[in-house]
């Protein structure tokens, strides 16, 4: 693997591309009715992928891209203060940026724990088992606090948090179904894993797009999942405590950092409107094309089998250099006893390994 400015810039490019792409899917409702989770799931994957591994590999092809790579290798090669080049310069930028970010996440971290600790410390523990008759195991406790903004799960402790106060029967069935299932799915570290890729590429703004908009879908695919052996009936008593719980919630706001947290109700009216509409319309797509998703999946071999490169001709660079076809018409090798070959232009020789693209192109060849 090899890490170039080449493979951070075709990096970026399809990341950019996929990013829109998945925000595009997520964000209009009518895509609901081609696509579902398990696209948005494939999707996500893949660029996290392609970020995590910005490098170019054995198979990886060359392709020559002047007129975009050329100026963007003549900017980054720029001496200022002496001669520090510009890249240099903008490599330990980052470098210091990701120190940062790594300080921060640390700092949330051991915040969120303390607090969570607290809370737990200082409210009425259950078991889902004891509100629900009807409940998958594992037997999650369920705190109840009044330090709580929302029903949630918070950190990494397996346990949900409600606030205290008054819920339905069906609201709390509905309420413990979904927090369970982002537990039971591990979606806090899902998040962990975005936040590293916030941290790696802080300077990217698409990446806090893609944050925001995989935070959207966890939700998505929790309600999903919840719902899915639902009928019709269930499915909407399932919107309607969404909307329900909304209205009780209203006057609160999240406290707590969305990369350590998840909760049932999100603080934008129009992403619960998706999800709703996404729930009523859930009947007319269960599955997303399996051929699709294959072709989504190898997306990432196919993206890391190009790479683009510049070319310089004619510059201070080249001054004095041969072409191939110059080298071809004016060198010519010889072929000594032992098998091995010389390359000679002029005056001097060059020992050389392996001479079958020369031979092939047409060079002339001496035997001793």
């Known amino acids: 693997m090899i890490f170039s400015i080449s493979s951070v810039f075709i990096t970026l490019c399809v990341s950019l591309l996929l990013i829109a792409l998945f925000s595009f899917i997520l964000t209009h409702e009518k895509s609901y009715r081609l696509f579902r989770s398990d696209l948005l799931f494939i999707l996500a994957l893949i660029t996290c992928l392609r970020l995590f591994f910005p490098f170019e590999f054995q198979f990886t092809k060359t392709i020559v891209l002047p007129p975009i790579m050329n100026p963007l290798i003549d900017i980054l090669n720029l001496e200022i203060f002496g001669q520090i080049k510009l890249l ?24 969120v724990n303390k607090a969570e600790n607290r809370i737990l410390k200082n409210s009425k523990r259950i078991k889902m088992s004891e509100l629900l008759n009807d409940f998958a195991s594992p037997d999650y406790d369920v705190y109840i606090s009044d330090s709580v903004p929302s029903p949630m799960v918070l950190g990494f402790k397996k346990c949900i948090l409600i ?27 899902l998040k962990q894993v975005i936040s590293i890729l916030v941290i790696l590429y802080w300077w990217f ?34 919107a309607q405590t969404l909307l329900d719980v909304q209205k009780k919630l209203q006057n609160t706001k999240s406290v707590f950092s969305n990369s350590l947290s998840s909760y049932l109700i999100g603080e934008s009216n129009s992403i619960l409107s998706y999800r709703i509409n996404y729930l009523l319309n859930k009947q007319f797509k269960k599955k997303t094309n399996k051929l699709l998703l294959g072709l989504l999946f190898i997306l990432p071999i196919l993206t890391n089998s190009i790479i683009f490169e510049s070319y310089f001709s004619d510059t201070v660079i080249t001054e004095g250099t041969l072409s191939e076809e110059e080298l071809i018409d004016i060198g010519y090798l010889i072929q000594q006893n032992d098998g091995t070959y010389l390359f000679c232009i ?20 001496i035997k001793e």
């Open 88 to 111: 240099n310069i903008l490599l330990i930028i980052w470098g210091i940026g990701i120190i940062v970010g790594l300080g921060i996440y640390i700092h949330n971290v051991l915040t």
């Open 205 to 238: 703004p698409p990446i806090y797009f893609l944050r925001k908009n995989i935070n959207f879908y966890i939700e998505v695919r929790a309600d999903e999942k919840v719902t899915d052996q639902l009928d019709s009936s269930s499915t909407l008593d399932y």
């Open 346 to 365: 002029g005056n001097e020789k060059y020992p050389i390994q392996d001479p079958t693209d020369l031979i092939k192109s047409g060079i002339h060849v």
């Open 163 to 189: 606030p205290d106060i008054s819920f339905t029967k069906e609201e709390l069935f509905n309420i413990l179904k979904h927090e369970a299932q982002h537990l039971r799915q591990n979606d806090i570290l």
